[in-house]
Antibody, heavy 119, light 108 residues
């Protein structure tokens, strides 16, 4: 079955760009019928959807983050990535990648990776 | 953006009893609603989609109901592993997909 694993720096300085990668295993990122998502969760708080990328490369982003977010796909590595620019402390969160086999249905999820924004 | 409101914030229930969790949408989401369970230090797990369809491998004691703006997740005969935080999520009007703030189900 499809499994996801996030990776990337755990500490990012304010005003810099947060970069994370999600590696997909157990299936092809481009032929499994999934949409690929990023979701985040500040400590002790709820879930916030960041955006998704289709296997075509088209994207949809949360309007609240759209100006700062880029999600991309690397089919040769079976990975998709998140870039969030001009980060502040408010962007400190656990970041999850998740597959979406049908609209709105997030399954599976990666284990999550904590990113702290601090100087 | 559709706002999802869950109640109560914390629910205390004894093992073996029934738990009823509520989720309200700020406007109709039809049946395009999912429920997730999250345990400490873990990613959320999909329980219910389409308001009432259990995801693969989810026990029958989990039941989702509702449509429009009012939804309920019922867990009959609570097991120790069911104590967790539960989130609802709408996918009718997006972007963005939106989640409720969560209900913490704790042992009484």
């Amino acid at each position: 079955q499809v499994q996801l694993q996030e990776s990337g720096p755990g500490l990012v300085k304010p005003s810099q760009t947060l970069s994370l990668t999600c590696t997909v295993s157990g299936g092809s990122i481009s032929s499994g019928g999934y949409y690929w998502n990023w979701i985040r969760q500040p400590a002790g708080k709820g879930l916030e959807w960041i955006g998704l990328i289709y296997t075509s490369g088209s994207t949809n982003y949360n309007p609240s983050l759209k100006s700062r977010v880029t999600i991309s796909l690397d089919t040769s590595k079976n990975q998709f990535s998140l870039k969030l620019s001009s980060v502040t402390a408010a962007d400190t969160a656990v970041y999850y990648c998740a597959g979406e086999l049908a609209i709105g249905r997030f399954d599976p999820w990666g284990q999550g990776t904590l990113v702290t924004v601090s100087s | 953006e559709i706002v999802m409101t869950q109640s109560p914030a914390t629910l205390s229930v004894s093992p073996g009893e029934r738990a009823t969790l509520s989720c309200r949408a700020s406007q109709s989401v039809s049946s395009n609603l999912a429920w997730y369970q999250q345990k400490p230090g873990q990613a959320p797990r999909l329980l219910i989609y389409g308001a009432s369809t259990r995801a693969t491998g989810i026990p029958a004691r989990f039941t989702g109901s509702g449509s429009g703006t009012e939804f309920t997740l019922t867990i009959s005969s609570l097991q120790s592993e069911d104590f967790a935080v539960y989130y609802c999520q709408q996918y009718n009007n997006w972007p963005p997909y939106t989640f409720g703030q969560g209900t913490k189900l704790e042992i009484k």
